[in-house]
């Protein structure tokens, strides 16, 4: 079965860092581009960017450039997306997707929900 | 203030057809394929729509996309209670080196 596997639930306080996970499995992980989607509470959905786990180039969204990294590491076929400093504005539900044809995300992950509070 | 302008809101009652409207502009909707989501709360989003028109595996046939200039349609027909939920207008803009989300439509079924 295809499917994209993320680690749970996070609570942190600001200043704090965290790293995420996105782990695939059922297909070939490095043949696909891995997509981070945020939703804040009662938000929309925001792209944060995106990475070719083959050779790890990245494109972010301008809003998180700088704010975000996003990695992977082939060799467990897991995707990462981290923070240095987290403030409470990153609160939200975080996910990780797959596309079925250029852009069109299809395989999604379950979703990591962040809570970020003093 | 996202790129893609989507309707807050939309109705329709049973067994009824809706359309909600994504606008968007040259640089991308006007030049790239349109993606429409699904998302229930609680649950991961849905793909429905790819390539402007084309269904998305799983996606029912009353789901239909369209596209004109840089503006782009998502239509339900035969409207159901389980069709409550966001949906969502996505494609890639080059201006922003980026995907972009619309707003997302809040679909109630009356």
């Known amino acids: 079965e295809v499917q994209l596997v993320q680690s749970g639930a996070e609570v942190k306080k600001p200043g704090e860092s965290l790293k995420i996970s996105c782990k695939g499995s059922?297909?070939?992980?490095?043949?696909?581009?891995v997509h981070w989607v945020r939703q804040m509470p009662g938000k929309g959905l925001e792209w944060m960017g995106r990475?070719?786990?083959?050779?790890?180039?990245?494109q972010y969204s301008p809003s998180f450039q700088g704010h975000v990294t996003i990695s992977a590491d082939k060799s467990t076929n897991t995707a990462y997306l981290q923070w240095s400093s987290l403030k409470a504005s990153d609160s939200g539900i975080y996910f990780c997707?797959?596309?079925?044809?250029?852009?069109?995300?299809?395989?999604w992950g379950q979703g990591t929900t962040v809570t970020v509070s003093s | 203030q996202s790129v893609l302008t989507q309707p807050p809101s939309a109705s329709g009652t049973p067994g009824q057809r809706v359309t909600m409207s994504c606008s968007g502009s040259?640089?991308?909707?006007?030049?790239?394929?349109v993606y429409w989501y699904q998302k229930v709360p609680g649950t991961a989003p849905k793909l429905l729509i790819y390539?402007?028109?084309q269904r998305a595996p799983g996606a029912p046939d009353r789901f239909s996309g369209s596209k004109s200039g840089s503006s782009a349609s998502l239509a339900i027909s035969g409207l159901r209670s389980d069709d409550e939920a966001d949906y969502y207008c996505?494609?890639?803009?080059?201006?922003?080196?980026?995907?972009?989300f619309g707003g997302g439509t809040k679909l109630t079924v009356l």
């Open positions: 390539r402007d028109q």
């Open positions: 040259t640089s991308n909707i006007g030049i790239n394929y």
């Open positions: 997707a797959r596309p079925l044809d250029l852009d069109a995300l299809d395989i």
């Open positions: 990475i070719d786990p083959g050779d790890s180039f990245t």
């Open positions: 996505a494609v890639w803009d080059d201006s922003l080196r980026g995907l972009v």
């Open positions: 059922g297909f070939r992980f490095t043949s696909y581009w």
